[in-house]
């Protein structure tokens, strides 16, 4: 008999491992696929129009996951392209002489509005080279619009409409639901800190007075730059932007026409035909085009030489929590490391953090803050936010020398909160569970989920959460040298455009990425002699092919089943983060 048993699982061991390796071949077989599709090196014939057309949200950075994007349906690759390579690829195109225009064919943007303005400002760039940029659309949303008026001729489909209407805010509250549920939430917020309202969708149903002002007051001064970049593009006056967007006059597209918002109604085959006259093409002939994603990996014949000198660009993008990053996620330790990597790098004379984060974890953040100050004290260390800087993402960059951030970029949320959850009621009255405690000390259940906090013990939270807020305060006063009184009266939570940020004293100059590694170079005295170098470093193909079949690839299908709904499920996995105290932007919140 123990022979038998000794056979049988010798087989299914060997059955497992023969499944295992083939699954381990198909899997090669299948990112060789994937490769394959993305390393041809498109040959750019003369003449060609370069088609933008970007439906993958806009992150950062372009992934080196072959799996990202990936259709296994149609076997196609559909790899998103991040902002450093959607920057590079508008230079390339600007001075290949093969490409003798662009067109934007987009009906909408998956990136916020910073980065749609940082990608405008190289569109208006790549029209110095005398090349023309053409847009058309079945219909424009507002922020697609915002990206097409940089053409020089923007088209619609007659049967179209432009949803063309101001800026809106929309907020989710969970008082209701916890009270239903029978859980308190047990908050701590820094002193005075009125504004920083990420606790309040936990406490309230409805805005505070506080959040509603600087809500407001964010939703003008971002509305406010939007409608001067399309004023000065369509030489309509403020006023008039005004009103159209209060009557919604161009949801019909001749009074789009008639309103200068368009330069005419066209059929897309009509289009087309437009393209093939710029271009030279003939009426038999085909346009020659070319997709944004495909010249991506296009030689650029302008390429400069390679040089020894580098620029260390260290990305940073989604919630700060302490340890590894994660998908959407800053990760104290990997973000620390790739930071002291850039420092320890003799080849690296100046280091551009990019920083994208609505905040998150305050120790994890006090930890990145410390490598940024000490990589200050051997190399230029220059901020470029994103779409958001603020809370923790702004304590990250205070130390930096010098601070880029767009108008619409996010910032500021100078403060702190520690929310403790209470599930004593939940259990005992909703699913008839009781817990009892045996304690060796006073206070040694402190901080426990399952019993409410007792007076001492939430004084002793308030008290942490006071020294974080005041250490908050004292940092962004000497390194911006600021008064710490004025530093408070900006501060307690509140929110900031970049634009307010200027003004403020939190930022030092307007502008993005590319701004951002231009003044590093020059801080470093090394004019154009440097070449890019990114940091972290991206995960080897097996470990991107782990996450995939785990985490990765789980929140990817509820991403894709959720939808336009799948923003409230990330709210709700953000709120399950705040385990520590918090230096988190202030809310959760949807423009549109």
């Not at 800053?330 to 790098?345: E, L």
């Not at 779409?387 to 702190?416: E, H, L, R």
């Not at 004025?486 to 970049?498: C, L, Q």
């Amino acid at each position: 008999m123990k022979q038998f048993f000794k056979f049988m699982f010798a087989s299914l061991l060997g059955t497992l491992l023969t499944f295992f390796v083939i699954f381990l071949i198909l899997f090669a077989m299948v990112a060789g696929i994937v490769a394959s599709a993305e390393s041809d090196d498109e040959s750019i014939k003369p003449h060609s129009v370069l088609v933008v057309n970007w439906k993958s949200p806009i992150k950062d950075r372009s992934s080196d996951n072959p799996f990202e994007g990936f259709d296994f349906n149609t076997m196609e690759s559909k790899k998103p392209v991040g902002l450093n390579d959607i920057l590079e690829t508008i230079e390339k195109a600007a001075g290949d002489p093969n490409i003798e225009g662009l067109f934007l064919d987009m009906e909408s943007i998956p990136a916020g509005i910073a980065t749609a303005t940082e990608i405008r400002n190289k569109l208006l760039e790549f029209k110095e080279s005398g090349k023309f940029i053409v847009s058309y659309a079945n219909g424009y949303d507002q922020l697609a619009y915002y990206m097409a008026t940089v053409s020089d001729e923007i088209y619609l489909h007659p049967d179209g409409m432009i949803l063309f209407k101001g800026l809106s805010a929309q907020l989710m509250f969970f008082k209701g639901m916890l009270d239903k549920l029978d859980i308190e939430m047990q908050v701590v917020r820094g002193p005075n800190n009125k504004f920083k309202s990420a606790v309040e969708p936990l406490l309230l149903d409805k805005m505070s007075e506080a959040n509603r002002e600087q809500l407001q007051v964010l939703l003008n001064s971002i509305w406010g730059g939007f409608i001067q970049a399309l004023s000065e593009s369509r030489g309509i006056s403020i006023a008039d932007l005004n009103n159209i967007a209060d009557k919604l006059e161009v949801t019909d597209a001749g009074k789009a026409l008639e309103l200068n918002f368009v330069d005419g109604l066209v059929f897309r085959d009509e289009l087309l035909e437009k393209l093939k006259e710029k271009t030279g093409r003939g009426e038999d002939e085909k346009l020659l085009s070319v997709s944004f994603g495909k010249y991506t990996k296009a030689k650029d014949p302008n390429k400069k030489k390679i040089s020894k000198n580098r620029i260390a660009v260290v990305y940073a993008q989604g919630g700060i929590v302490q340890g590894k990053s994660g998908p959407d996620q800053i990760g104290s330790s990997t973000i620390a490391k790739a930071i002291h990597d850039a420092r320890t790098n003799d080849k690296v004379k100046a280091i551009v953090f990019r920083v994208n984060s609505g905040g998150g974890d305050a120790l994890a953040s006090e930890i990145i803050r410390r490598e940024v100050e000490l990589a200050k004290a051997e190399k230029p260390v220059i901020v470029s936010m994103g779409d958001y800087a603020a809370s923790g993402g702004y304590w990250i960059s205070t130390n930096a020398d010098y601070i880029f951030a767009q108008p619409a970029t996010i910032t500021g949320s100078i403060g702190v909160f520690g929310v403790i959850p209470n599930f004593k009621g939940f259990l005992n009255n909703k699913l008839g569970i009781t817990t009892e405690n045996l304690m060796t000390n006073e206070n040694a259940n402190f901080i426990d989920v399952m019993e409410p906090m007792n007076d001492f013990q939430r004084e002793k939270l308030n008290q942490e959460i006071t020294k974080i807020y005041t250490n908050f305060i004292k940092l962004v006063a000497t390194t911006r040298k600021l008064d710490e009184a004025y530093v408070d009266s900006i501060a307690r939570g509140r929110v900031w455009t970049g634009t307010d940020g200027l003004d403020l004293g939190l930022v030092d100059e307007l502008g993005g990425l590319g701004n951002a590694i231009a003044y590093a170079a020059e801080k470093a005295g090394l004019d154009n002699d440097y070449r890019l170098s990114e940091y972290p470093k991206q995960k080897e193909f097996i470990e991107q092919l782990v996450e995939e079949l785990t985490g990765n690839m789980q929140a990817r299908i509820i991403g894709d089943q959720l939808g336009e709904f799948k923003t409230y499920f990330h709210q709700v996995q953000a709120m399950q983060e705040m385990k520590s105290v918090q230096a988190r932007l202030p809310f959760f919140i949807t423009i549109n």
